[in-house]
């Protein structure tokens, strides 16, 4: 046998040889730079041939299920009233089962929505504090100068629109502060 190769590599011209190996070469190389490509393809392959037995062992198992209950038609007409009870009883829990879920989901649905309410008031009110805060500054600031321009007036009254908007117009802010800084002097510049 390595006579007959080493014969057949003499009557080889080398620049085939050469040209072989290279080809062999790239291939491999290929194959190395791919592997993860290549061992996909076959992990593929694999779990196609196993869902294939898997599928082909339940079709032969329900088959063989198929086959007992053809075999065991007498007794079908007794079993059909157990059927039945069983199915009877089985939408009842179902029923059951299903209202009580309901009620839960119900339930938790009112505590969120009462969290949520509650979380909302606590907001609102952290914010409306602020509000008044920021407008308390501002009154006391301008109404020891006596005096605002025309831009820190437009803010001042966005802060007490939005202010009064979350806690009415029956405030502090809408008694004093809004009928005072109308009387404040008009400046270019503070």
Not at 48 to 59: G, V
Not at 93 to 113: G, H, P, V, W, Y
Not at 145 to 161: H, P, S, T, V
Request: charged share 30%; glycine share 2%; with cysteine.
């Amino acid at each position: 046998m390595v006579d007959l190769f080493t014969e057949y590599l003499k009557d080889t011209d080398p620049d085939i040889l050469i040209a072989l190996f290279a080809i062999i070469i790239i291939i491999c190389c290929a194959v190395f730079k791919n592997r993860s490509t290549i061992q996909e393809f076959w992990n593929n392959l694999y779990n196609m041939r196993k869902n294939k037995e898997d599928l082909l062992k339940t079709i032969h198992d329900n088959q063989a299920q198929i086959k007992e209950l053809m075999e065991n038609r007498i007794h079908d007409r007794q079993q059909s009233f157990v059927i039945q009870k069983d199915l009877t009883d089985a939408q009842k829990e179902l029923a059951s089962s299903i209202a009580a879920i309901s009620k839960k989901l119900d339930n938790i649905q009112r505590s969120t929505e009462e969290k949520f309410l509650e979380s909302e008031q606590k907001n609102n009110k952290r914010i409306r504090a602020e509000l008044k805060d920021k407008i308390s500054q501002s009154y006391r600031y301008y109404h020891s100068l006596g005096k605002i321009n025309d831009m820190e007036l437009d803010a001042l009254e966005d802060l007490i629109e939005e202010y009064e908007s979350a806690a009415g117009e029956n405030s502090f802010v809408h008694s004093v502060v809004q009928k005072e800084m109308y009387t404040w002097e008009k400046a270019d510049r503070i």
